[in-house]
T-cell receptor, first 109, second 111 residues
Framework: RKEVEQDPGPFNVPEGATVAFNCTYS??????FFWYRQDCRKEPKLLMS???SGNEDGRFTAQLNRASQYISLLIRDSKLSDSATYLC??????????FGKGTMLLVSP | NAGVTQTPKFQVLKTGQSMTLQCAQD?????MSWYRQDPGMGLRLIHY???????DQGEVPNGYNVSRSTTEDFPLRLLSAAPSQTSVYFC??????????FGSGTRLTVV
């Protein structure tokens, strides 16, 4: 079983649409959870941390369900600039991260 | 504030050559890691360090060495390059439980 699983996509959506990505993780000892964004041929950049209570940053909302070992990311009012690969990331301690393979989002005019 | 700086950005090696990928951070972060990213594979951990003088292996350590003599620097050495080491290499650092900052990557081709 893969440690962090994501649907690779691509998700093709029009501008203004709402899109949701999901991720599952296998290690129940995981402590920290993140969504990263990676543009083509660029480094991953932290989009947001994910907390059990759920958290929101502008058009982005992240949710964590520890019982189901499930993480989600919701993007509202999609922009062309949201086109990227979104990486689900977990870690057990501070020292290392485990990455999903990413979900590709393509937003079209 | 430079963040995490990786050099070189691009490199072509011949099979059997050795080289060092440099990584430096100016954020006084304790934790540093090296990842490689291959198409369809996602990012995989090569080696990591939890502080100066302390390193450990990740998921794919074979063919690579690291050392951490200072908090700022975490070089990755390829001992004898092989075509299977053609990849994009990312260095990353964090000071705690708020996610890692990545360098801009080194694109390595081994011919």
């Amino acid at each position: 079983r893969k440690e962090v699983e994501q649907d690779p996509g691509p998700f093709n959506v029009p501008e203004g649409a709402t899109v949701a990505f999901n991720c599952t993780y296998s290690n129940s000892a995981s402590q920290s959870f993140f969504w990263y964004r990676q543009d083509c041929r660029k480094e991953p950049k932290l989009l947001m941390s994910v907390y059990s209570s759920g958290n929101e940053d502008g058009r982005f909302t992240a949710q964590l369900n520890r019982a189901s070992q499930y993480i989600s990311l919701l993007i509202r009012d999609s922009k062309l600039s949201d086109s990227a690969t979104y990486l689900c990331v977990v870690n057990v301690g501070y020292s290392t991260l485990t990455f999903g393979k990413g979900t590709m989002l393509l937003v079209s005019p | 504030n430079a963040g995490v700086t990786q050099t070189p950005k691009f490199q072509v090696l011949k099979t059997g050559q050795s080289m060092t990928l440099q990584c430096a951070q100016d954020m006084n972060h304790e934790y540093m890691s090296w990842y490689r990213q291959d198409p369809g594979m996602g990012l995989r951990l090569i080696h990591y360090s939890v502080g100066a003088g302390i390193t450990d292996q990740g998921e794919v350590p074979n063919g690579y060495n690291v050392s951490r003599s200072t908090t700022e620097d975490f070089p990755l050495r390829l001992l004898s390059a092989a075509p299977s080491q053609t990849s994009v290499y990312f260095c990353a650092s964090t000071g705690g439980n708020y996610g890692y900052t990545f360098g801009s990557g080194t694109r390595l081709t081994v011919v």
